[in-house]
């Protein structure tokens, strides 16, 4: 085992948290000098998303628990396909390969929780920020974090995918989706470049735009190319971009913590179902 490796089974998820820490202040002072949206209440809407950081604690210390025995498991049984691998011991092919396969995962994911009504009144909740910053990262319902993380377990035990390779995974994936959210677009040059591959926050923004199509688009997590591949790639220029949802109705949600917690749970004057 390389050091690298090794440091990173035994401080994987402290690496994750600093690293979120550091980037998400970075962001924000980013935003502060290049932000391109209007974000003249950037406390009061922080101190909205802010709070889905505790609510999804406690979900992800258990299943970081059924991480660790799923990841011992399957490598007692040699079970997943990356144990059957000829020259896995070539760390980098190995870990390019389990990386792949987990963006794969990400991406059908995403795409179940936009297609499933009763999962998509979980997700609406990240979708309903009428404000993209590096808050927006955060909010996330307590449900559809456990939801997610019961996709990604499935994946690890399918894969085998070691628990090195897994935090390195989720170390690339605090950067990449704290920079898709934030407020800040790329010269459209580098944009087509860097988006022939990555998903990058111009392309994710219009994912986060109110209406179908486009709310149906660019599902990708770390990786553009599925997107390309299954036909949901789609660019929208800034000045078209409005952020939140059609169906999502203001009149029956406060907008508050409290209330969007409970959100996916109220009855409906209208069936929050996208248009
Ligand atoms: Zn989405
Ligand atoms: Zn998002």
Redesign the pocket.
């Known amino acids: 085992m390389t050091h690298l490796q090794l440091l990173l089974n035994v401080h994987g998820e402290q690496m994750q948290f600093l690293l979120f820490l550091t980037l998400f202040i970075l962001g924000w002072y980013i935003e502060n000098i290049a932000g391109v949206f209007s974000n003249q209440k950037k406390w009061l809407h922080s101190f909205v998303n802010a709070p889905f950081m505790f609510t999804n604690l406690p979900g992800q210390i258990l299943l970081g628990f059924a991480f660790v025995k799923t990841i011992k498991w399957d490598s007692l049984h040699s079970f997943g396909f990356l144990y059957h691998l000829p020259g896995q011991k070539n760390a980098l092919m190995y870990f390019l390969i389990a990386f792949v396969f987990l963006d794969l995962g990400e991406y059908i994911y995403h795409v179940i929780m936009h297609k499933f009504r009763n999962l998509w009144k979980f997700h609406m909740i ?2 309903s920020d009428t404000i ?1 910053d590096v808050s ?2 955060l909010r996330e319902h307590p449900a559809e974090s456990i939801i997610r993380l019961l996709f990604t377990l499935l994946w690890v035990l399918l894969s085998g995918t070691a628990f090195w390779a897994l935090m390195l995974r989720q170390i690339i994936q605090v950067v990449t989706t704290l920079f ?2 934030i407020n800040y677009r790329l010269p459209d040059k580098l944009d087509k470049f860097v988006g022939i591959v990555f998903i990058t926050p111009n392309l ?1 923004q219009v ?2 735009h109110y209406k179908k199509p486009y709310t149906d688009c660019n599902y990708g997590d770390v990786l553009s190319i599925w997107d390309r591949l299954f036909g949901t790639f789609k660019r929208l220029d800034a000045k078209e971009l409005v952020f939140g949802v059609d169906s999502y109705l203001p009149r029956d949600s406060k907008g508050k913590f409290i209330s969007l917690l409970m959100d996916p749970f109220r009855r409906y004057k209208k069936i929050p179902w996208k248009a």
């Open positions: 990240h979708h993209l927006t990262t898709a959210h994710h994912h986060h």
